[in-house]
């Protein structure tokens, strides 16, 4: 993949991510901050389905922008052909791993698993 | 040996904030920022996987981090999430070619027109932002 | 002349005819430390500091001084220099820990008693304050640092390439580079990415692609957008706060990305 789509991928979901997490953080002050934190709350969250998806996006998002962030400061601070592979290749993996981490969570908690 | 032969800065050099201005200190405020807030996100995801293991985990972990150290993290991590975006979105704009002046017949003293007082504003408005987020959520945090 | 050479007791009353003389510039020379980066790579030796007392005046540059020492105290200080008025870009190296060229920098303006001159940091050392631009002209080559045009002026029947003071703007200031490399030395990227094309070769990239008269904006953006090239650029604009011919590489480039980014046509 070209560089430049590389990074208007990484200033797209960079847009995306401030406008999501701007509302997770309001949803947080929507009460008093320790009550958003209890269990019952939290996992009420996560059983509604819109604000489910969005913490999926945010998800997305976040995972995306930050090692590709990530990426591009460590192929700046070494270079080699084998080091540049094992790096793109270990951010994608990496940004999978997290995702899949993530999701694992919403999903579970959103459909009552736990 | 390699290195020395070679005669780069490194590390050292590429994270030495001084010397450049102050463009040169937003670029490592947004590079420090930036790895800040990715070991956020990481812990912030393993911290919510917890609620997978019923109330008992979950309250655990919260003893853990709703505590004045994890506050302060928390503060930190609301100044480097402000500074970020607000920089971010200006060198979003810069890269684009906006805001960086237009090309012309350089005169002495050689003043760069890319490093201009609208991009210096933006980056004092960024931290400014920050700081005010800060106290903000440190009044949330510690005011609960 | 004779009010010059008269005696205050002489001295006459100046009339419309005659100017008062001009007050004698006075400047009291004073010393300063030089210390200066003293290494040999090719001997393997480590790098040390040799330190010399040096008389300046207030218009002494750091060049005059480094050549002081030449004449008088070490003949054996590598440097290289040239055109001594900033024209050519030959004496670039790090001064009080900032890169600059020596020829155009004052030791007054320094404003300490004690300047230090090392080589250009992310340059590779031939010997003492002399860094080898091998790097740095390889890029520079990289960018097509030329006109291509088909319809060349040198072929038989073509016309001369119409050009407004306008066209011309967009360009002029990024021809002024005279490849001293202060900015490639300054850059933090080039810190540590030895890959990266550097400020100097992105904005010579973009002073062709700026001029109306080229036809090769798509082959040079090619060059530019890879893994080490324009993206590594985080607008840190330690190159434009370096550049000692106002040349702005930091907004050359980021013009350049405009084009990447489709905010440019």
């Known amino acids: 993949m070209r560089e430049s789509i590389i990074m208007k991928i990484h200033y797209g979901t960079a847009l995306g991510a401030v406008a999501l997490v701007a509302v997770h953080i309001l949803m947080r002050l929507s009460q008093k901050f320790s009550d958003s934190l209890q269990y019952q709350n939290v996992l009420a969250n996560y059983h509604f389905l819109p604000y489910a998806l969005m913490l999926e996006v945010i998800l997305v998002l976040l995972s995306v922008h930050g090692f590709n962030g990530l990426r591009v400061i460590l192929l700046e601070l070494k270079q080699g052909a084998t080091y540049e592979r094992a790096i793109n290749y270990g951010s994608i993996a990496a940004m999978a791993i997290l995702i899949a981490y993530g999701s694992r969570t919403i999903l579970m908690a959103g459909m009552g698993i736990s | 040996m390699a290195e020395r032969v070679a005669n780069r800065e490194g590390i050292k050099g590429m994270a030495n904030p001084t010397r450049y201005g102050l463009e040169r200190v937003a670029y490592w405020l947004q590079r420090i920022s930036g790895l800040g807030l990715l070991a956020y996100l990481i812990g912030h995801i393993y911290e919510t996987s917890t609620i997978l293991n019923g109330k008992i985990a979950w309250n655990n972990m919260l003893s853990l981090t709703e505590t004045p150290g994890g506050h302060l993290v928390l503060v930190l991590v609301i100044g480097m999430c402000v500074f970020h975006t607000g920089n971010g979105i200006r060198l979003m704009i810069s890269e684009g070619g906006k805001g960086v002046g237009k090309p012309g017949q350089p005169e002495y003293p050689y003043r760069a027109s890319s490093l201009n007082s609208k991009q210096r504003l933006c980056i004092w408005v960024s931290i400014a932002l920050a700081a005010l987020a800060m106290m903000y959520g440190a009044g949330v945090l510690f005011g609960d | ?265």
């Open chain 3, 1 to 265: 002349m004779a009010a010059i050479t008269a005696s205050r007791e002489e001295k006459p009353e100046p009339t419309k005819q005659t100017p008062p003389p001009a007050p004698a510039v006075e400047s009291a020379p004073k010393t300063i430390t030089l210390r200066i980066s003293r290494s040999n790579p090719s001997e393997n030796s480590a790098a040390k500091f040799d330190e010399f007392q040096i008389p300046v005046q207030k218009w002494t540059t750091v060049l005059e001084a480094i050549l002081h020492v030449k004449q008088n105290l070490d003949h054996s200080v590598a440097v290289r220099y040239s055109c001594r008025q900033a024209s050519c870009g030959s004496c670039g190296m790090k001064i009080n820990g900032r890169p600059r060229l020596a020829c155009y920098t004052k030791v007054s303006e320094l404003d300490s008693n004690v300047i230090t001159v090392e080589p250009m940091s992310n340059f590779p050392i031939i010997r003492d304050l002399a860094v080898d631009f091998k790097q740095l002209f390889s890029t520079h080559k990289k960018m097509k640092p030329f006109i291509i045009n088909e319809g060349s002026e040198v072929q038989p029947g073509a016309k001369e390439f119409i050009q407004t003071p306008n066209d011309l703007e967009k360009f002029l200031q990024f021809s002024y580079c005279i490849k001293c490399g202060l900015c490639n030395s300054a850059c933090p990227t080039m810190a540590t990415d030895k890959s990266f094309i550097g400020p100097q070769g992105l904005a010579q990239a973009y002073r062709y692609t700026a001029d109306n008269r080229d036809e090769g904006k798509k082959g040079r953006l090619k060059i530019v957008d890879q893994s080490h090239g324009i993206w590594r650029c985080h607008f840190a604009g330690s190159c434009s706060n370096v550049c000692p011919k106002g040349v702005d590489p930091a907004m050359a480039i980021q013009l350049l990305r405009g084009y990447l980014l489709g905010f440019r046509k």
